[in-house]
């Protein structure tokens, strides 16, 4: 089923459950945002896969994004905005219209689908203790605080979680929103944990040592 959305070019991935905060302070933007309250829409966040995200002509997206449903919105000098959405489903877009200041789309659903639940739950049971271990390192670095016993049990659920807390280029998030199924999506998840907690090990090894040296610096 088809439908029509006003999509927000991002150098960002957002995911199904996942919160994003946005300060909105272009124009066009101001204008789209306006029109969602007003109308009560959500958008749909996509990432640029050609041109800039601000002040510039309309970047072009990637064909798959998430839909964004507005939950706060904090008003601001000369209709500036900040807002916090909530990534709801996947949509694949399938035209791109360029008829407003701002891009819109004809855009279908995507859901992830699942035709091996037996075979996801296994690899979301080798996901989970990853994912733990990998957001340990993430609060050793500060850079993020976490309940292990607060973990989604739905591995899709779990799985978007860790995209969304990947410290890795948006590129690579891309891949994981645009995966087909759901055995997929987790096998990549594991995989990219794996390529990521050993350079967060060094990184974290890196600063220890820095801060263990003389005057707080690493010698030559």
Do not use: W
Request: net charge negative.
């Amino acid at each position: 089923m088809f439908y029509h959305l006003s999509l927000f070019p991002l150098n960002t991935v957002l995911f199904p459950g996942m919160p994003l905060t946005l300060h909105i302070f272009e124009e066009r933007y101001k204008l789209m945002i306006r029109e969602c309250i007003t109308q009560r829409q959500p958008f749909g966040v996509v990432l640029i896969e050609s041109g800039q995200e601000a002040l510039g002509p309309l970047a072009h997206p990637h064909s798959v994004g998430c839909k964004a449903r507005i939950a706060q919105v904090q008003q601001l000098a000369e209709g500036r905005m900040n807002l916090l959405v909530l990534g709801e489903e996947r949509f694949r877009i399938q035209t791109l219209e360029h008829d407003r200041p701002y891009l819109a789309g004809t855009v279908e659903p995507f859901p992830l689908r699942d035709p091996r639940p037996e075979e996801t739950a296994i690899v979301s049971q080798q996901l989970r203790p990853l994912l733990v271990a990998y957001l340990h390192l993430l609060s050793e670095a500060g850079n993020v605080e976490f309940d292990p016993t607060q973990l989604p049990a739905e591995p899709v659920a779990l799985a978007f979680l860790g995209a969304a807390l990947l410290q890795a280029p948006p590129e690579r998030k891309q891949e994981l929103l645009a995966c087909e199924n759901a055995t997929r999506m987790l096998t990549r998840m594991c995989s990219l944990l794996r390529q990521e907690m050993p350079l967060l090990r060094l990184m974290l090894q890196n600063e220890a040592g820095k801060l263990d040296s003389p005057g707080g610096f690493s010698p030559n």
